[in-house]
């Protein structure tokens, strides 16, 4: 039995190639893992305006925080205004690409205002590193992007 092709012939094919291709979409796209930067987005974009003001505290100091990677160590150097008032807070390492990994540590500063941290806690890629501290009673907020590599 031969089969004609002709225009009939030409459309059902197209159709049906057409079909596959939306069912095979719409199958790959439901069964994708959809990761949300934050899980609760909208309850932190309420308190941003605090962030906000964090930031502006922390761009008024006469000193900048530095974070710097150094062998198998990240040291974060608050700056020297703050010797003589206590310091608290939280560090963050966000990990981008995989949430399951955040760290969250309290912030424990040494003497000369300096905290080291391992880097074997940490899978190389792409990190931000997320400080929300007090200091003197007046909040403070600084982040910069780090990428860690063995």
């Known amino acids: 039995m031969k089969i004609k092709f002709n225009w009939g012939t030409g459309i059902f094919i197209v159709l049906t190639v057409f079909i596959l291709a939306v069912v095979a979409f719409f199958i790959f796209i439901t069964t994708m893992d959809v ?15 605090e962030r906000i ?16 990677k150094s062998g198998e160590h990240i040291s974060i150097q608050f700056p020297e205004e703050g010797t003589n008032l206590p310091v608290a807070g939280i560090v963050h390492f966000y990990r981008p690409s995989d949430p399951g990994k955040d760290l969250n540590l309290d912030l424990q500063l040494n003497d000369s205002l300096r905290q080291v941290f391992s880097l074997r806690e940490f899978d190389p890629g792409k990190w931000t590193v997320k400080i929300d501290w007090t200091m003197g009673g007046k909040g403070y907020y600084y982040e910069e992007g780090i990428f860690i590599e063995h």
Do not use: F, M, W
Not at 35 to 49: G, I, R
Not at 53 to 58: A, L, Q, V, Y
């Open 35 to 49: 990761n949300l930067v934050e899980d609760n987005y909208y309850e932190k974009e309420l308190a941003y305006q």
């Open 53 to 68: 003001d964090r930031i502006k505290n922390t761009a008024t100091l006469p000193g900048k925080v530095i974070i710097l």
